[in-house]
T-cell receptor
Framework: DAKTTQPTSMDCAEGRAANLPCNHS???????VYWYRQIHSQGPQYIIH???NNETNEMASLIITEDRKSSTLILPHATLRDTAVYYC????????????FGQGTRLTINP | GAGVSQSPRYKVAKRGQDVALRCDPI?????LFWYQQALGQGPEFLTY????????KSGLPSDRFFAERPEGSVSTLKIQRTQQEDSAVYLC????????????FGEGSRLTVL
């Protein structure tokens, strides 16, 4: 699975949009981009995934560049409960099942 | 229950003791994963089951680590002769194997080896 690069940490004001970038320049054509987050003392939680089209659900939006070498997770109206470590992961489907986590981005939402 | 359940939530062991960590996956989920998460790090893959078959154990750090899922449901991760470096949170996740490939994680078992 392709490797991803994320900033170590980010801050965002409560109520504003949080935009978390991820680089995955070696992604191949059959690899999906997944985002998970991990709130302190909890297990990781699925947020969203996509292949090449932008995706939106009740939690977030995922914007993937046309060349698929990078993506951005958008939390449109961040709340204090969104403070967590966010992981960008690239994996194939339905082949390899496991997720390979990197270090993630520690997002802090400030009041 | 509705989610993945792990027990115990906290375990303190003396160096050299054996420990067993239990995972109850979501009912009907065929895939089960174990991860190890050291303090301040992302989760590291340990092993993967599809039903009762252990298909990938490439992440197990040593032969002191053993996992089983004999009936394709509950799984146990056993660590023999624990060492201080085994101190970590052990996460279990399950998946239905459906197209989305979403993994559902438990809250983890925090192991501290003294």
């Amino acid at each position: 699975d392709a490797k991803t690069t994320q900033p170590t940490s980010m801050d965002c004001a409560e109520g504003r949009a949080a935009n978390l970038p991820c680089n995955h320049s070696t992604i191949s054509g059959n690899e999906y981009v997944y985002w998970y987050r991990q709130i302190h003392s909890q297990g990781p939680q699925y947020i969203i995934h996509g292949l090449k089209n932008n995706e939106t659900n009740e939690m977030a939006s995922l914007i993937i560049t046309e060349d698929r070498k990078s993506s951005t997770l958008i939390l449109p109206h961040a709340t204090l409960r969104d403070t967590a470590v966010y992981y960008c992961i690239v994996r194939t489907l339905p082949g390899a099942q496991k997720l390979v986590f990197g270090q993630g981005t520690r997002l802090t939402i400030n009041p | 229950g509705a989610g993945v359940s792990q027990s115990p939530r906290y375990k303190v062991a003396k160096r050299g003791q054996d420990v067993a960590l239990r995972c109850d996956p979501i009912s009907g989920h065929v895939s089960l994963f174990w991860y190890q998460q050291a303090l301040g790090q992302g989760p590291e893959f340990l092993t993967y089951f599809q039903n009762e078959a252990q298909l990938d154990k490439s992440g197990l750090p040593s032969d002191r680590f053993f996992a089983e899922r004999p009936e394709g449901s509950v799984s146990t991760l056993k660590i023999q002769r624990t060492q201080q470096e085994d101190s970590a949170v052990y996460l279990c996740a399950s998946s239905s194997g459906a197209y989305t490939g979403e993994l559902f994680f438990g809250e983890g078992s925090r192991l501290t080896v003294l």
